[in-house]
């Protein structure tokens, strides 16, 4: 999960890589229009509840990918 999110924010959210998986959205560059994209399109496309409780601006993409993942979340392939 954390290399499909980080897959993620270096492509569409433009995210220099490596990311940082302990950095919080915000310190990567996201702002709250940018997190709020971010939790619609993970909604979509791994089909859980992707809530703003989920996708803060403190969110890190550890927690962001545990969280998605105690929600039965797999990766498209």
Do not use: C, F, W
Not at 1 to 8: A, E, G, K
Not at 30 to 37: C, R, T
Not at 53 to 65: G, K, R
């Amino acid at each position: 999960m954390r290399t499909y999110i980080n897959s993620l924010l270096t492509g569409p959210y433009q995210v220099p890589p490596p990311v940082a998986e302990d950095a919080s959205l915000t310190q990567l560059g996201l702002d709250s229009l940018a997190l709020a994209e971010l939790a619609a399109e993970l909604q979509d496309v791994l089909r859980v509840p992707v809530t703003g409780d989920d996708v803060t601006p403190h969110t890190t993409v550890t927690e962001l990918a545990t969280s998605l993942e105690a929600k039965g979340a797999t990766v498209p392939r």
